[in-house]
C-alpha cells in the first residue's frame, strides 16, 4: 500500500521519474522473486495476485519475472488453489494476461496445455464439484481466446488452437444433450441444462476477442465456430428445460451474427423455426431483437428469410397474447405488455428497412 502515495499520473509507476520508479520497480522485483505467493495464509496469497495485477506495468520493463507470476497463476498457487477465497485468481489472471497480451506470444502454448482440466465441462455428479465455478471458468476461456487469437502466429496454427480449445467442449456438448433428453428426475434435468448453458456461453466468451483488426476469418476460425452453431442449434428442439437451453443458444447466434457475418445465414432459417415453436411470451420478446439484428445487419441478404418468417412470427406472437390468464397474474400481463412493445417495435425496424 506504500506505492498508492506516489503521486503518477494514468497508473505509470514505471515510468517518468526514475528515483521513483526504481523504489517501486525493486519492491515489485523482491515481491516476485520471493516466496510470498506460497505463504500458507489464503489472504497473503490473494494479495500478491492482486498486487501483480494492479503493477502489471512493471512486466513491461522487467518481462523476464513474467514466467515465475505465470506459474504461481497456473499452480497450487493460484487456479488450483484448494481453499474457495483464492478463486478470484480466474479474473485476476484474465486480467494480466490481457494486460500483457503482448508479451505472452512465448508462453501460449504452455499456459493452453496447462489449463486444459480447469476447462473440463462436468456438471455435478455424485456431489461431486469441478475445481473452478462456472464463473470462474468463463474468464479462464475467455483469456485462452485472447491468447489465441492476440498471438503471432499463422492463422493455420490460430486455427488449430481454437478447434483443439473447443472440440471437447462441443464432444461434452452432445454427450450431455443426449442424458437431458433420457433423464425423467427434474433436479437433475435442471443440473443438466445449466452445464448445457454454460457450455454455449464459455463458447461465446472465446468469440469476445474477436475484432475489426483480428476478425474469426482472419484468424481461419470461421470453420471452428460453424461447428459450435451446428452443435448447439440441436438443443433448441429439446423439449425439457427450453427456457435456459434457449437463451443460451439466442446468445450464441447474437455473438455469431457479429463475428461469423454472412456465414451464419444458413443456420437462422432452422433456428428461428426450433425458436418459434412452443413459445412463451418472454421467449417471443427475445427472439424479436434477434431478427431485428439479422434485418438491420444483412438487409436486402435476408429478404427472403424474412418474407418466409413473417407471418410464423406473427402467428406466435398473437397466440400467446390471445392466451387465457388469471385476472391477477401481473406477471403475465407485464410480459404481454412487453411482448406488444417488441412486436412494434419489430414493425417499425421492417417499416424503415
Known amino acids: ?24 520497480q525493486d519492491m515489485m522485483r523482491t515481491l516476485v522473486t520471493s516466496r510470498v505467493s506460497s505463504y500458507q495464509h489464503t489472504s497473503v496469497t490473494l494479495e500478491f495476485f492482486e498486487t501483480v495485477v494492479r503493477y502489471e506495468k512493471f512486466f513491461t520493463v522487467e518481462p523476464q519475472h513474467i514466467p515465475c507470476v505465470l506459474m504461481a497463476f497456473l499452480s497450487h498457487r493460484g487456479l488450483r ?8 485468481t480466474a479474473y485476476l489472471f484474465s486480467r494480466f494476461v490481457k494486460s500483457l ?16 482440466d480447469l476447462l473440463e465441462l462436468s456438471p455435478p455428479e455424485n456431489g461431486y464439484q469441478s475445481l473452478l465455478r462456472s464463473d470462474d471458468q468463463l474468464f479462464i476461456y475467455e483469456t485462452a481466446g485472447v491468447l489465441i487469437v492476440n498471438s503471432e502466429y499463422p492463422a493455420e496454427r490460430k ?47 472465446t468469440s469476445k476477442a474477436f475484432s475489426n483488426k483480428q476478425t474469426v476469418k482472419q484468424c ?94 406473427l402467428h406466435a406472437i398473437f397466440e400467446v397474447l390471445l392466451r387465457p390468464a388469471e385476472e391477477n397474474d401481473q406477471s403475465a400481463a407485464l410480459e404481454k405488455q412487453m411482448l406488444r412493445r417488441s412486436y412494434f417495435a419489430f414493425l417499425q425496424s421492417q417499416a424503415v428497412e
Request: aromatic fraction near 6%; charge should be negative; charged fraction near 20%.
Open 159 to 205: 486455427q488449430a488452437l481454437m478447434r483443439n480449445l473447443l472440440t471437447p467442449l462441443m464432444e461434452k456438448f452432445k454427450i450431455l444433450l443426449e442424458k437431458l433428453m433420457l433423464t425423467q428426475d427434474e433436479e437433475r434435468q435442471a443440473s443438466l441444462a445449466d452445464c448445457l448453458n454454460h457450455a454455449v456461453g464459455f463458447a461465446s466468451g
Open 101 to 116: 497480451n503482448k508479451q505472452m506470444n512465448p508462453f501460449i502454448e504452455d499456459i493452453l496445455n496447462r489449463i486444459q
Open 220 to 313: 481461419g476460425c470461421s470453420e471452428v465456430y460453424l461447428d459450435c452453431l451446428q452443435t448447439f442449434l440441436p438443443a433448441l428442439s429439446c423439449p425439457l428445460q427450453k427456457d435456459i437451453l434457449r437463451s443460451g443458444v439466442r446468445t450464441f447466434l447474437h455473438h455469431m451474427i457479429i463475428c461469423l457475418e454472412e456465414e451464419v445465414l444458413p443456420f437462422i432459417p432452422s433456428a428461428s423455426e426450433h425458436m418459434l415453436k412452443d413459445c412463451e411470451a418472454k421467449d417471443l420478446q427475445e427472439f424479436i431483437p434477434l431478427i431485428n439484428q439479422i434485418t438491420a445487419k444483412f438487409k436486402i441478404q435476408v429478404s427472403p428469410f424474412l418474407q418466409q418468417m413473417f407471418m410464423p412470427l
Open 1 to 24: 500500500m506504500l506505492t498508492e502515495a506516489l503521486p503518477v499520473s494514468h497508473g505509470a509507476h514505471f515510468s517518468g521519474d526514475v528515483s521513483k520508479a526504481s523504489v517501486l
Open 81 to 88: 488453489h484448494s481453499s474457495a477465497k483464492v478463486r478470484r
